[in-house]
T-cell receptor
Framework: SQELEQSPQSLIVQEGKNLTINCTSS?????LYWYKQKYGEGLIFLMM?????EEKSHEKITAKLDEKKQQSSLHITASQPSHAGIYLC??????????FGTGTSLTVIP | KAGVTQTPRYLIKTRGQQVTLSCSPI?????VSWYQQTPGQGLQFLFE???????NKGNFPGRFSGRQFSNSRSEMNVSTLELGDSALYLC?????????????FGPGTRLTVT
């Protein structure tokens, strides 16, 4: 079973539209990370959330952590083709093992 | 500042052979973690090394092993390769232990086992 479930699995949006990706953990979260990956390449760190209620933004990407729900959301405003890729959430859980989510593939149509 | 580098970038091996992959972390980073990424299983944690010691290990058979040198560079070895070992192997470095610290990933090594 997956410790981190992401939804949706894939997303196709028109350029300029907003979108949200969710990441839900089955275990207590000690840190939640968001990464972006272009196919077949390494991961690019986007942001890290550590406290419940924490919200961080970078350019048009905002991530929030709901500690009670053990859930994080990643919101992209006014999507652009450069946002296309695979978005992965990752988390520290008890035992210091790092888990990754199932991934969300984002396609932005110009 | 140079990023995480991995060599080689691509590798083709035959079943039964062994392979060694290399990872050079960002200067000053002491933690190196290895991950396997496949279409079916996604990204899975292999192991973490910190100060030349394996600190954590994922659920992989003993054919997968690694080590870390005093300069924090790390190598991963897979013995008796199986077709299912074909994957993108990613390494990531962090300043300290992985927990609560940002990890920076290398470009990966694409291993194909035939």
């Amino acid at each position: 079973s997956q410790e981190l479930e992401q939804s949706p699995q894939s997303l196709i949006v028109q350029e300029g539209k907003n979108l949200t990706i969710n990441c839900t953990s089955s275990k207590t979260l000690y840190g939640l990370y968001w990464y972006k990956q272009k196919y077949g390449e390494g991961l690019i760190f986007l942001m890290m959330l550590q406290k419940g209620g924490e919200e961080k933004s970078h350019e048009k990407i905002t991530a929030k952590l709901d500690e009670k729900k053990q859930q994080s959301s990643l919101h992209i405003t006014a999507s652009q083709p450069s946002h296309a890729g695979i978005y992965l959430c990752g988390a520290d859980t008890i035992g210091n093992q790092f888990y990754f989510g199932t991934g969300t593939s984002l396609t932005v149509i110009p | 500042k140079a990023g995480v580098t991995q060599t080689p970038r691509y590798l083709i091996k035959t079943r039964g052979q062994q392979v060694t992959l290399s990872c050079s972390p960002i200067s000053g980073h002491r933690s190196v973690s290895w991950y396997q990424q496949t279409p079916g299983q996604g990204l899975q944690f292999l192991f973490e090394y910190f100060s030349e010691t394996q600190r954590n290990k994922g659920n992989f058979p003993g054919r997968f092993s690694g080590r870390q040198f005093s300069n924090s560079r790390s190598e991963m070895n897979v013995s008796t390769l199986e077709l299912g070992d074909s994957a993108l192997y990613l390494c990531a470095s962090a300043k300290d232990r992985v927990a609560s610290y940002e990890q920076y990933f290398g470009p990966g090594t694409r291993l194909t086992v035939t």
